[in-house]
Nanobody, 116 residues
Framework: QVNMVESGGGLVQAGGSLRLSCDFS????????LAWYRQAPGKQREVVAG???????HYEDVVKGRFTISRDNTKNMMFLQMNSLKPEDTGVYFC??????????WGQGTQVTVSS
């Protein structure tokens, strides 16, 4: 089992910024579609933003205008720039492909904590 590797999380005050990184070089699944997910305490994992199909980017309404997703395929990396962070953005952030999602293969994630 080869997992995604997430990094860049931390503790930040509300209104601050963080940049998350995802190394998907170890994924055994097709990485054309790739997404960021988060799991808040006591809640189910939910998608935050992702690449779907050629040139299509999706953002959940709760992060639209604040988060920016990008990727560098030459380095098998994906990023999530998070600005204007809110306490409700707190959670563990994961990246995954659709294949990894279905197979249940997840990395360890990276913890983001936003204090009020």
């Amino acid at each position: 089992q080869v997992n995604m590797v997430e990094s860049g999380g931390g503790l930040v005050q509300a209104g601050g910024s963080l940049r998350l990184s995802c190394d998907f070089s170890g994924s055994i699944f097709n990485s054309s579609n790739l997404a960021w997910y988060r799991q808040a305490p006591g809640k189910q994992r939910e998608v935050v933003a992702g690449f779907y199909g050629a040139g299509n980017i999706h953002y959940e309404d709760v992060v639209k205008g604040r988060f920016t997703i990008s990727r560098d395929n030459t380095k098998n990396m994906m990023f999530l720039q998070m600005n204007s962070l809110k306490p409700e953005d707190t959670g563990v952030y994961f990246c995954n492909t659709p294949g990894g999602y279905v197979a249940g293969y997840w990395g360890q994630g990276t913890q983001v904590t936003v204090s009020s």
